[in-house]
């Protein structure tokens, strides 16, 4: 039998259908909004995590100077000026009291040997001494003559006395003379016998003479010869400081000559500089000026004593000096002797080490290190262990190998380990914009 229902009855059975299907629709919305929601989220993750890499990897790197580290040499130095000179320098000085110069035979640049005539003088009263004590000698000569004959002659009559005396004695013994005549003959024979001794001894006296007043001609004569000036080395005239006609006194200037074959420095030194100098330490000198060549040498001479500034030894007033020369290996035919020089002399030395430049290296207590550039351009601290530090390098005996880069830091720049680095490119030079 079919159920008959009426149309309130079946309103009431479709409200439950209905509500079932829009709870299920809420739902389906409710998770779409979700999965909508994660995927923006997941989205917009994404796309930060790209956009900090991107910023990672786009971080600008700091610009600073960059060294290759190399090897080199590393030195101790002691800088100093001082005055070029050639070796065997001197200034020939008048040996006479008072003169002429009668000649001058050479001229500046000259060259010139040893023992070669440079300049004449002429000593008028010298001259006239030498002629008086000729003309002394020749009277000393003409005495000694007059004395010589004299003893000869007295000889003769010490002869003739004994003669007679030696009769005397014979006719005494015969009885044909007295005692008394004999006594007379023997005093008169004394008598020629002192006279001979007085004229022995004023040939003497007269001998002296004569060979001291030839010692005085030889010395005067020695003295007239000292009016030619000679070159006492192989060399070449500096300066010429006289002239003919001109008349001089003792130890006034002639010429000034040199070799130039040598050269030489001559320093004044602190004493705390001399302290690190000795002999045969090789040097460099140069002319000062720009693109000046150095010329090697070494150091010859060395002073054990400070002086005071003015050349005395009085050491209480001013700063001490001490004096030292070096001599250039081989002469460079280009300084000009009396020109001032620059001079280094290297007291330490080590050859074919590992370099670096003096702000390269930081500290950190008592840690050394650098910053090195690695293979992704990043600054990495790497410490060190320094040699011999010299003025313009140290050299690095451990933590670096050649063709290492690293940064050479200036005091206002920070570097963290990680941080890009970039080398900084050179200033344009004005000549170079044109």
């Known amino acids: 039998m079919t159920e008959?229902?009426?149309?309130?009855?079946?309103?009431?059975?479709?409200?439950?259908?209905?509500?079932?299907?829009?709870?299920?629709?809420?739902?389906?919305?409710?998770?779409?909004?979700?999965?909508?929601?994660?995927?923006?989220?997941?989205?917009?993750?994404?796309?930060?995590?790209?956009?900090?890499?991107?910023?990672?990897?786009?971080?600008?790197?700091?610009?600073?100077?960059?060294?290759?580290?190399?090897?080199?040499?590393?030195?101790?130095?002691?800088?100093?000026?001082?005055?070029?000179?050639?070796?065997?320098q001197q200034t020939l000085e008048s040996p006479q009291n008072e003169a002429t110069v009668e000649q001058v035979l050479v001229e500046v640049?000259?060259?010139?040997?040893?023992?070669?005539?440079?300049?004449?003088?002429?000593?008028?009263?010298?001259?006239?001494?030498?002629?008086?004590?000729?003309?002394?000698?020749q009277k000393?000569?003409?005495?000694?003559?007059?004395?010589?004959?004299?003893?000869?002659?007295v000889q003769q009559r010490v002869a003739a006395a004994v003669e007679q005396y030696q009769e005397s004695q014979q006719l005494l013994a015969q009885g044909f003379l007295s005692e008394d005549e004999v006594?007379?003959?023997?005093?008169?024979?004394?008598?020629?016998?002192?006279?001979?001794?007085?004229?022995?001894?004023?040939?003497?006296?007269?001998e002296l003479d004569l060979k001291t007043a030839a010692e005085t001609l030889a010395f005067l004569e020695q003295q007239l010869s000292d009016r030619i000036i000679v070159a006492p080395i192989d060399g070449v005239v500096l300066e010429v400081k006289t002239a003919a006609g001109e008349a001089i006194t003792t130890d006034t200037d002639l010429l000034t000559l040199g070799d130039p074959g040598q050269e030489i420095v001559n320093l004044q030194l602190s004493t705390l500089d001399a302290a690190k100098i000795s002999i045969n330490q090789p040097a460099r000198v140069r002319a000062i000026g720009p693109d000046a060549q150095d010329y090697l040498g070494r150091v010859v001479?060395?002073?054990?004593?400070?002086?005071a500034p003015n050349g005395g030894g009085n050491v209480q007033e001013g700063q001490a000096r001490v004096n030292a020369t070096v001599k250039l290996d081989s002469a460079s035919q280009t300084l000009i002797p009396g020109s001032f020089v620059s001079v280094e002399i290297i007291t330490e030395q080590q050859q074919n080490v590992l370099v670096v430049p003096p702000e390269a290296v930081q500290r950190d207590g008592s840690e050394t290190f650098v910053w090195v550039r690695d293979q992704r351009g990043k600054a990495e601290q790497?410490?060190?262990?320094?040699?011999?530090?010299?003025?313009?390098?140290?050299?690095?005996?451990?933590?670096?190998?050649?063709?290492?880069?690293?940064?050479?830091?200036?005091?206002?720049?920070?570097?963290?380990?990680?941080?890009?680095?970039a080398a900084e490119l050179p200033v344009p030079d004005a000549t170079d914009a044109e």
């Open 183 to 206: 006594r007379d003959d023997q005093d008169a024979l004394d008598r020629v016998r002192s006279e001979l001794k007085d004229a022995q001894l004023t040939v003497t006296k007269t």
């Open 382 to 421: 790497q410490p060190v262990e320094l040699g011999l530090q010299g003025l313009d390098l140290f050299a690095v005996t451990e933590g670096l190998s050649q063709g290492d880069e690293i940064a050479l830091v200036p005091p206002t720049v920070t570097i963290t380990p990680g941080m890009p680095l």
């Open 4 to 88: 008959v229902r009426s149309p309130g009855q079946a309103g009431e059975d479709l409200l439950p259908a209905a509500e079932s299907r829009g709870s299920a629709a809420r739902s389906l919305t409710q998770r779409a909004i979700a999965i909508w929601l994660i995927g923006f989220a997941a989205l917009a993750s994404a796309a930060g995590w790209g956009y900090m890499r991107y910023r990672g990897t786009q971080e600008e790197a700091i610009s600073v100077p960059l060294y290759t580290v190399e090897r080199s040499a590393v030195e101790l130095t002691v800088t100093a000026s001082g005055t070029l000179a050639l070796g065997g």
């Open 301 to 307: 001479s060395l002073s054990p004593q400070a002086l």
């Open 109 to 137: 640049r000259s060259p010139v040997e040893a023992g070669q005539p440079l300049v004449v003088l002429r000593d008028r009263s010298k001259e006239q001494e030498v002629r008086s004590q000729q003309v002394e000698i």
């Open 140 to 153: 000393a000569q003409l005495d000694l003559s007059r004395n010589q004959e004299k003893v000869t002659e």
